[in-house]
T-cell receptor, first 110, second 115 residues
């Protein structure tokens, strides 16, 4: 069973600060997806990283896939209140089943 | 394009009863996934349907079952409800079998409360 561990579980920061969320596994994934979930809604895909060592940027969000494709990180620069939400990483196994981490709850206060 | 729709949005049942949750995928999507999101536990994979067939299921007891209809909509049935079944049940659809490259499109979920 592939297990994805996310850290920290909870992060509360002030507007303008930077933050990093981590996603780690003992297993290798062919790719990893990051989702954000806001209260009362389903998760929404932010990015998919495929290649070991890959870095993708989405405005103030930077996603990195580890060289060994076992871990990933999400870095937010100059966080804004609109970044508040539950950040989830997910990896697909060869059967097409997407395994999710438990998520990191991010709260950005003005 | 309409997104994934789930009904009902909220469902209150008593222990021992049965619950039926419904999901309509995005038009053209043939794969439907069900996840349970309990507080603090993240998303736990329940079931995956594709082209009307159950393709995979997670580590849940047999009282969790479902089906996919010819129009690709899906139902999740939970029999003999227990208090710990209280959770948000999320349905997602994708165009093809998830390979890690195709995204899941989620509905807003059904909040099931068992009293």
């Amino acid at each position: 069973t592939q297990l994805l561990e996310q850290s920290p579980q909870f992060l509360s920061i002030q507007e303008g600060e930077n933050l990093t969320v981590y996603c780690n596994s003992s297993s290798v994934f062919s790719s990893l997806q990051w989702y954000r979930q806001e209260p009362g809604e389903g998760p929404v895909l932010l990015v998919t990283v495929v290649t070991g060592g890959e870095v993708k940027k989405l405005k103030r969000l930077t996603f990195q896939f580890g060289d060994a494709r076992k871990d990933s990180s999400l870095h937010i620069t100059a966080a804004q209140p609109g970044d508040t939400g539950l950040y989830l990483c997910a990896g697909a196994d060869s059967w097409g089943k997407l395994q999710f981490g438990a998520g990191t709850q991010v709260v950005v206060t003005p | 394009e309409a997104g994934v729709t789930q009904s009902p949005t909220h469902l209150i049942k008593t222990r021992g009863q049965q619950a039926t949750l419904r999901c309509s995928p995005i038009s053209g999507h043939t794969s439907v996934y069900w996840y349970q999101q309990a507080l603090g536990l993240g998303l736990q994979f329940l079931l995956w349907y594709d082209e009307g067939e159950e393709r995979n299921r997670g580590n849940f007891p047999p009282r969790f079952s479902g089906r996919q209809f010819p129009n690709y909509s899906s139902e999740l049935n939970v029999n003999a409800l227990e208090l710990e079944d209280s959770a948000l049940y999320l349905c997602a659809s994708s165009l093809i079998r998830v390979t890690g490259h195709s995204p899941l499109h989620f509905g807003n979920g059904t909040r099931l409360t068992v009293t």
